[in-house]
């Protein structure tokens, strides 16, 4: 079993998030979930509207957005090892015509399954190696799935286990909500083609991988392109090259963090808030603006507080803090590092001598980072064990499901991108590829959230 990232090995200790929740609710850990209800099997929740329990448990799943049906009963009440077990036979029947792809912040009890692990751009670009694999199976959230979709061949299945697996950050830019933003920024700006004095158009827009498709698509056919949580520095430099102005979607603390950090004052940051008349915003502030920042955030990093790092290092001396730069930007001028979750990987196992980290990003990440380097001492910022709902609705179960459909010559939960979005995405993700420093490894500007 290959992996980007993270080598699988047997761990010295337990890494599963779900086993830490499962001891909580039997009463048999002091350790505190934010929600009970995660011990319960993510099917529970199919039905309801928003993504269940977790991070984004008050995120409501946009009206539109594809449902998962009901999972067969066979899958619900199989124990763990019996889905192990299964999925297991139907790798091992299927062989080379499927590829599994775990992302970072999946549970354990997914992650031991996949052929590769790591962020979804590391993932979408696993998947070119396999231009022959019939089935792409992304153990991962919904835009991820678009992604491997738009890089794979036409030919190949890319599958999401669980069609409820979206992301609430990529929901927080709807394309209408895009497109309206648009045109009331061309009624400040005037026409968004046409070039000033020194050969800028008045606003690029650039979205984080973390958006839909469609949201990639609208980038694309407005000259704009894609960035990751790594290579967020370079793109907003090649879009100044093009323009006065940035557009940032959808997360806020990202188009922040990185933009702060280049020099760009607060006061020329102003948020674009879709359910407001111009943005919340005013024609001057706008005119003023350098980055326009889009109201959405990661419902797993907004937990992450000052507060909870100044506590790691009141109780732990000499401890390192490093954070996801989807945090807010207190959390992120508080902490020692900022980083991707590549970034977070490296520089934990870059440690040579045992080490103290406090880290703030996923928890199902952190405590596999915590399993797999026992020489240091690693915790998650957030004392309470908080998953990203969205991604824990991957279940072993719909593992099996979809992997048991493909032994059976059925493909189950297909992701497929339209045409007319696909190729105006395809380009703005070229052009995140150009823009990449012609210097810089790959790990640089492979990583997302
Ligand atoms: S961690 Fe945040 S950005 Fe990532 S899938 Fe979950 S909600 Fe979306």
Redesign the pocket.
Known sequence: MSAIGITLQPRPTDASVDHAIQAIVAGASSAETCNTDLASGPWDFDSRPGYGPGS?MGDVIPTGSPRQGELPQEYRDASEAELAARIVAAKATLGDRVVVLGHF?QREEVILHADYVGDSFQLANAALEHPDAEAIVFCG?HFMAETADLLSQPEQSVILPNLAAG????DMADIDQVEECWEQLADVYGDMDATDADGLVPVVPVTYM?SSAAIKGFVGRHGGIVCTSSNARTVLEWAFERGRRVLFFPDQHLGRNTAKAMGVPLEQMPMWNPRKPLGGSDAQTLDDARVILWHGF????RRFSVEQIERARVEHSGVRVIVHP?CPMEVVDAADESGSTDYIRRAIEGATEPTTFAIGT?VNLVQRLAADNPQHEIFCLDPVVCP?S??YRIHPGYLAWVLEGLVAGEVRNRITVPADVADPARLALERMLAAKPPAAPAADWENA?
């Open positions: 984004s912040y959230v992301c609430s950050m990529a973390n990661c419902s797993v990093h989807e996923e990203c969205t991604m959230s």
